[in-house]
């Protein structure tokens, strides 16, 4: 366990570095925590997120994202079906204390399966309805490959160590937003790297850097989440 900690302090370390040569200066830091639940025996469960998202370490807010939805698991099937809300809250980047919300609802998929007996793979589609403050009705398109690979086990159980991986990609519904403003068909880009490690059976800890790309500006996150399967 030692050793993984320091693994990971190092990660985080190289990660402060090259996030340095991006616009922005510095490193922001995304501190999350993922839950997903079944109801007994049954198709349906639900999961959900919250996200603390800063620009820098933690005192300058880019976003709170607090997101839950109903799951539904088709029978003899391992396709996850949520259908979800979130709320967010936006903050303006550096002294500024400015901030603007954002009511979303949500569909997705998620279709797991694994490469040999240590590549596992998740394709997550989802689509998102969203009112953002001051602009008209908006839609957006999203596809993420998530890829963990153990290390030590072939599943992510207590005392696992793996490298997590993902890359994602937003696309707009529609350019207009209202009063003859217009946004471009692709939102952004965000890669993540990282490294995780298996708590228990049912809880994992991951710490990693992403890279998010838009048509304005990029910057680097550092991450560190909980991921918890009640």
Do not use: C
Request: net charge positive; glycine share 10%.
């Amino acid at each position: 366990m030692k050793r993984v900690i320091i693994f990971l302090l190092v990660l985080l370390t190289f990660s402060s570095l090259k996030a340095q040569n991006i616009p922005g200066d510095q490193l922001g830091a995304w501190y999350m925590y993922f839950f997903n639940k079944k109801f007994g025996d049954g198709p349906f469960g639900i999961q959900g997120d919250y996200q603390f998202r800063f620009w820098n370490a933690g005192s300058d807010l880019e976003q709170l994202l607090l997101r839950t939805g109903i799951t539904y698991t088709p029978e003899k099937s391992n396709v996850l079906l949520t259908l979800g809300y979130g709320h967010i809250t936006t903050g303006e980047f550096g002294d500024g204390t400015n901030t603007f919300n954002e009511s979303r609802i949500y569909q997705e998929a998620l279709l797991p399966h694994r490469l040999g007996s240590r590549v596992l793979l998740t394709h997550r589609f989802r689509y998102e309805q969203r009112w953002v403050a001051d602009q008209n009705f908006r839609t957006r398109y999203r596809y993420n490959i998530f890829v963990n690979i153990p290390l030590n086990a072939t599943e992510l159980k207590k005392g696992t160590t793996y490298i997590a991986l993902y890359n994602e990609l937003f696309i707009n519904g529609q350019r207009g937003i209202g009063d003859g403003r217009s946004v471009q068909y692709f939102d952004r880009n965000r890669t993540y790297v990282g490294m995780g490690y298996g708590l228990n059976d049912k809880l994992r800890m991951q710490l990693g850097w992403m890279k998010q790309t838009t048509n304005n500006w990029d910057k680097g996150q550092a991450q560190i989440s909980l991921h918890h399967n009640w």
